[in-house]
């Protein structure tokens, strides 16, 4: 299993362009997240899945929209590029709650290092 | 607002020493712990969880204790290697909230030869 891919791996972008963050997990998980991490700081949910055609909303959604087709793919869209967005975008997936230790955690995708410029 | 923090930004420990890394949370309602470890440039990597009826669990070299009467969440890793040097994050989950998890803003463990 490659786990939680992520593309591209770093990508600048001038204020007012858009862009798609790509996902994809070969886990077979229903849940997925995107998070971001700005310097020195913890991880902030933007958007979650807990299925295919099921998104909503973590705590910073503003600027960003998602969609899930697939299982497997949880693409991000960045619509209108703002200097704020600058960070490192990581998505994540995980198994349903099963109240199984060691088997709800969440698995990271390497990240994507976004500069808006 | 409900969060979770961590006590120290940074942590230096000697190679062969034990590392305690401690974390703080709000949340009266939160039922599941975990600890992630993020080395530089990757992603966060699991390392243990602990469930809200557990006060302790241990892993290969770690251990998790959960204080609940204070909200205090703590990871202890045995013999620290320089493999070690990381930013550790704790990150709760409400329940019934979605597997959603808040993080912590880590801490660097710095290990020294």
């Known amino acids: 299993n490659a786990g939680v891919t992520q593309t591209p791996k770093f990508r600048i972008l001038k204020i007012g362009q858009s862009m798609t963050l790509q996902c994809t997990q070969d886990m077979n998980h229903n849940y997925m997240y995107w998070y971001r991490q700005d310097p020195g700081m913890g991880l902030k949910l933007i958007y979650y899945?807990?299925?295919?055609?099921?998104?909503d909303k973590g705590e910073v959604p503003n600027g960003y929209n998602v969609s899930r087709s697939t299982t497997e793919d949880f693409p991000l869209r960045l619509e209108l590029a703002a200097p704020s967005q600058t960070s490192v975008y990581f998505c994540?997936?995980?198994?349903?709650?099963?109240?199984?230790?060691?088997?709800?955690?969440?698995?990271f995708g390497p990240g994507t290092r976004l500069t808006v410029l | 607002g409900e969060s979770v923090g961590l006590h120290l930004p940074t942590l230096s420990v000697q190679e062969g020493d034990n590392s305690i890394i401690n974390c703080a949370y709000s949340?009266?309602?939160?039922?599941?712990f975990i600890w992630y470890k993020q080395e530089s440039g990757k992603g966060p990597q699991f390392i243990i969880d602990?469930?809200?009826?557990?006060d302790k669990r241990q892993g290969q070299r770690v251990t998790v204790l959960l204080n609940k009467t204070v909200k205090h969440l703590s990871l202890q890793i045995a013999a620290t290697q320089p493999g070690d040097s990381a930013v550790y994050f704790c990150?709760?989950?409400?329940?019934?909230?979605?597997?959603?998890?808040?993080f912590g803003t880590g801490t660097q463990l710095k290990v020294e030869l």
């Open positions: 899945s807990v299925g295919a055609g099921i998104t």
């Open positions: 990150a709760e989950n409400i329940e019934g909230g979605g597997n959603k998890l808040t």
């Open positions: 994540a997936s995980s198994f349903e709650t099963s109240g199984v230790l060691g088997t709800d955690t969440q698995y």
């Open positions: 602990i469930r809200s009826n557990m």
């Open positions: 949340n009266s309602a939160s039922d599941y």
